[in-house]
């Protein structure tokens, strides 16, 4: 089991009825979207290595990169 401290927030009504509709949707509990939303925002893992933004062979070279408002 991990340990957790216990805390209180204050939210407004509309942010605490989109956080209790999201927990809804997927079938977790407030806290658990909360700590989760925390490790994905604020606790972001740093990326490590290249990280790939697309499928495919690349159609163009990095001096190429303004071709791009050429094509109609």
Not at 33 to 58: F, M, N
Not at 62 to 68: G, P, T
Request: zero cysteines.
């Amino acid at each position: 089991m991990t340990y957790m401290e216990k805390t209180q927030i204050y939210l407004r009504k509309e942010e605490l009825d989109a956080l209790r509709k999201a927990a809804a949707r997927s079938g977790r509990s407030v806290a658990e979207v909360v700590r989760d939303a925390i490790r994905t925002v604020v606790l972001k893992p740093k990326a490590a290595g290249p990280v790939g933004i697309w499928d495919g062979e690349p159609r163009r070279t990095s001096l190429e990169h303004d071709s791009v408002h050429d094509e109609p």
